[in-house]
């Protein structure tokens, strides 16, 4: 899944319906964060949650290419140590 522009209050119940229909059909989620400019704690809350549904199902869930902004905000909270990050989206598609 590739996103871009911004993840906050706004958008984060698309990104939440997004990654719930991803969920149940496919057990491992990549979210592309290349494009993304800013996220607030609306898109830590939803990758929380979809971590945890993925994680329940036997699957994960990968972020991959974080811009500088968004690393920032995923290490200021750890959610870094949580959900696996990987600097880019050729990496974070490795098995």
Not at 26 to 29: D, G, P, V
Not at 77 to 82: A, E, H, I, R
Not at 84 to 91: E, F, I, M, N, V
């Given at each position: 899944?590739t996103?871009?522009g911004?993840?906050?209050f706004?958008?984060?119940?698309r990104?939440q ?8 059909t496919?057990?491992?989620?990549v ?9 607030d704690?609306?898109g ?6 979809a971590h945890h549904a993925l ?16 690393l920032?905000?995923?290490?200021l ?6 959900i ?8 974070a598609?490795?098995?």
């Open positions: 899944m996103l871009a911004e993840i906050d706004h958008t984060g119940d990104l319906e997004a990654l719930a229909v991803a969920g149940p496919t057990a491992r989620t979210v592309d964060l290349d494009r993304v400019t800013f996220m704690s609306s830590i809350n939803v990758f929380i949650a994680s329940a199902s036997g699957g994960w869930l990968r972020l991959a290419a974080p811009t500088e902004h968004v920032r905000t995923l290490q909270v750890g959610l870094d140590t949580v696996d990050c990987r600097p880019t989206l050729s990496q598609l490795a098995a």
